[in-house]
């Protein structure tokens, strides 16, 4: 017993709660105009359940003037019972109308604020992600509360005036109490059992609901990987888990819609058993002249009307439910931290120009248990450009990511000129930095969007000069649709080198006070590198310039070069300085050299054996130091 109220307390809490966030989230996105319409409409709604619940009274003194003869009055007491049946469903019909432009409204402000919230969140959430599934939470979570909202207007409101006036009406109609006490009894049963019911479909509905969105995540990462599933011919692999996935999720939803057909075969009987049994009892009042005909009737049309509220309320509980259980995820999403809550500096950096970029014994890992930077320190003065070299997985991309704040350090300090980053607001910092990544995707829009995206309110010759810098007049050109081509989703009717022009225009038009190239230009091949690499010397002319770059060629001329191995700085100095010390620098240097000199011996028609086994094997000892 004592268990059974714990659990009440605490559903009593939990719909306390969502009732709570009900009234926050959803009624405080509400506009004034949208408020006032939705009391507008729920007016009309209780208009329509009050008309509703009077209307057999009219029927009632059809047939009790019938019985006495006084067919006038008869006739314009059925007119009137017709007149309200009809301005009820009339009622309902425009309120739909009404009800629809205030529910799209509610909708597109939930949409907005939870992808807002969405775009919002540390990075590192969305990377735990799988795709899609986020815009899966989101929608599913704004179908819940319009599930709600629809319950609550259409039936809880009505559920509301309609019992109040049958009950009213039954009491003033002097109806025997042993029926009264019947359709007492029918309701509470009615009512007890379907909570039973919905109790069990809540959790069938929850392993549906969670099999589909897995068929769905199964789905979508086949189609992210469209391109992989072709060239390794993996179709029927693929198709046969998407089939068994859906197949699961098939499976559930029979199992619930098993459960919600027997609850329903239930009901009907309980239904039935409750209208046999008042109209017995009515015909035996009518019978020893207790009841009037009318009164018979009356009976009969409030048993057949007070099913339908609660029914109806039935199936409102089971939509709150239902509709709870869709908005659990998006509702947990809106309370996750967002990255200003994390971050929550608030200087702007002052001045304009190049910033000095001061890096103090930095620490930092994705997860505790494996460091992924140890104690790095490094100053770029303003306007000065620094490489960051060394193998893959050293950590490079990880101190970019950190200058950008994308990820906070566990130890250490990142400084931009006098300003401690996390000191900084994000729109502050992110405003002075750009970045060229890796990997660039693209807006699914135009080339002319996706360049204006980094400052729209650039000048058509100022995203022209950035696109010549970026070496992106020849790609525009050769377009049919010039500046005006859809690039296509992720910008996947790009080449990766030409994708790579496009962020390195962004960047340029940005105008940064601190820019970073994350090998920018490893997508191209070595004449446009070169083309583009001395004009990207003059963009970043003036602007403090880290690079990261595998291809050392492109960085010779840094005024400082790094080396990072296993998360640390290794070496330090001048291209010429590194070289002459004959460490790690100068082996990554012969191994390219050797590299290339063999790529210019295997390339060149006729080359002797001789030349080519001087040059592999020069190679394979680099390799091996
Ligand atoms: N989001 C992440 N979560 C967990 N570990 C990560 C994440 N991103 C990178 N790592 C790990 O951190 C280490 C450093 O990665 P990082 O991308 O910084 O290397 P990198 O030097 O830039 O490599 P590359 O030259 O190949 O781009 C790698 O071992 C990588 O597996």
């Given at each position: 017993?004592?268990?059974r ?6 559903r ?9 966030e ?7 996105a ?12 729920s007016?009309?709604?209780a ?18 003037n ?14 009137a019972?017709?007149?309200?049946a ?8 425009g ?8 529910a ?24 735990d ?6 815009a899966?939470t989101v ?16 039936t809880?409101l ?12 039954l ?17 509470l049963?009615?009512?007890?059992v ?19 969105a ?5 789905a979508?990462?086949?189609l ?6 072709k ?18 999720g ?6 619930y819609?098993r ?7 239930l009901?009907s ?10 109209l017995?009892l009515?015909?035996?009042e ?6 009037s005909?009318?009164?018979f009737?009356?009976?009969?049309a409030?048993?057949?009307q ?6 109806r ?14 908005t ?6 809106m309370?996750?931290?967002d ?5 929550p500096?608030t200087?702007t950096l002052?001045?304009?120009g ?20 140890h ?12 490489a960051?070299v ?8 990880t101190?970019a ?12 300090a ?9 000191d ?12 060229v990544?890796?990997d ?12 204006l ?8 010759r ?16 050769v377009?049919?649709e ?8 992720r910008?996947l ?18 105008g940064?006070r601190?820019?970073?190239l994350d ?11 070169q083309?583009?690499q001395?004009?990207?010397?003059d963009?970043?002319?003036g602007?403090t310039?880290?690079v ?8 010779r ?15 330090r ?9 004959g460490g ?7 191994a ?8 210019r ?12 086994r001087?040059?592999?094997?020069g ?7």
């Amino acid at each position: 017993m004592h268990f059974r109220s714990s659990i009440y307390r605490e559903r009593l809490h939990s719909l306390r709660r969502v009732l709570g966030e009900f009234r926050g989230g959803l009624w405080g996105a509400l506009s004034a105009s949208q408020r006032r319409r939705l009391f507008f409409v729920s007016g009309l709604v209780a208009l329509g359940a009050g008309v509703q619940g009077l209307s057999p009274l009219a029927l009632t003194t059809a047939v009790d003037n019938l019985t006495s003869g006084n067919l006038s009055f008869a006739l314009l007491a059925a007119l009137a019972y017709a007149g309200m049946a009809g301005t009820s469903r009339a009622l309902r019909q425009g309120v739909s109308l009404a009800y629809g432009t205030v529910a799209r409204g509610f909708e597109r402000d939930l949409y907005r604020q939870a992808y807002a919230h969405a775009l919002a969140l540390p990075h590192a959430v969305h990377l735990d992600r799988r795709a899609g599934e986020l815009a899966r939470t989101v929608t599913d979570g704004v179908r819940g509360w319009r599930r709600m909202l629809d319950a609550a207007v259409f039936t809880a409101l009505p559920f509301v005036v309609e019992v109040g006036t049958v009950c009213a009406v039954l009491i003033s109609a002097a109806v025997p109490s042993s029926i009264l006490g019947v359709l007492l009894a029918f309701v509470l049963i009615y009512g007890l059992v379907f909570h039973r019911g919905i109790l069990e479909q809540r959790g069938s509905f929850r392993t549906a609901a969670k099999a589909d969105a897995e068929a769905q995540g199964v789905a979508s990462d086949a189609l992210a990987n469209e391109e992989t599933v072709k060239l390794f011919t993996r179709e029927a692999l693929v198709e046969e888990s998407i089939g068994k996935a859906f197949a699961r999720g098939g499976a559930a939803w029979d199992a619930y819609n098993r459960i919600v057909a027997v609850n329903g075969l239930l009901l009907s009987l309980i239904f039935t058993f409750a209208l046999g049994a008042t109209l017995l009892l009515a015909a035996r009042e009518v019978a020893a002249g207790r009841l009037s005909a009318g009164g018979f009737v009356l009976v009969n049309a409030y048993v057949l009307q007070v099913v339908g509220p609660v029914e109806r309320l039935g199936q409102m509980a089971r939509e709150m439910v239902q509709g709870l259980d869709l908005t659990a995820r998006l509702r947990s999403l809106m309370a996750e931290p967002d990255e200003a809550a994390l971050s929550p500096g608030t200087r702007t950096l002052p001045g304009q120009g190049p910033l000095t970029l001061t890096i103090q014994d930095l620490a930092f890992g994705y997860d505790p248990r494996r460091p992924v930077l140890h104690g790095i320190s490094l100053v770029i003065p303003a306007g000065r450009t620094l490489a960051l070299v060394g193998r893959s997985g050293s950590g490079k991309s990880t101190l970019a990511r950190l200058i950008c704040s994308l990820y906070r350090p566990d130890s250490g300090a990142l400084q931009l000129d006098d300003v401690p980053i996390s000191d900084l607001s994000l729109s502050a910092l992110r405003s002075a930095v750009a970045v060229v990544p890796q990997d660039t995707v693209l807006l699914h829009d135009t080339l002319r969007a996706n360049l204006l995206f980094a400052r729209p309110e650039a000048s058509e010759r100022e995203m022209l000069d950035a696109a010549r810098v970026a070496g992106l007049e020849p790609v525009v050109e050769v377009l049919p649709e010039g500046w005006d081509t859809v690039v296509g989703e992720r910008g996947l009717r790009l080449s990766g080198g030409e994708k790579q022009r496009v962020a390195i225009a962004r960047a340029v038009l940005k105008g940064p006070r601190l820019l970073l190239l994350d090998e920018a230009t490893a997508s191209l091949d070595t004449r446009t590198e070169q083309a583009i690499q001395s004009s990207l010397d003059d963009a970043a002319r003036g602007v403090t310039t880290l690079v990261i770059a595998h291809r050392l060629s492109t960085v010779r001329g840094a005024d400082e070069i790094a080396v990072m191995e296993e998360g640390r700085i290794v070496e330090r100095g001048r291209h010429e300085v590194l070289l002459a010390a004959g460490g790690r620098y100068a082996a990554l240097w012969r191994a390219q050299e050797n590299s290339a000199v063999v790529g210019r011996a295997i390339g060149r028609h006729g080359a002797d054996d001789t030349s080519l086994r001087t040059s592999l094997s020069g190679l394979a000892s680099d390799l091996n130091r």
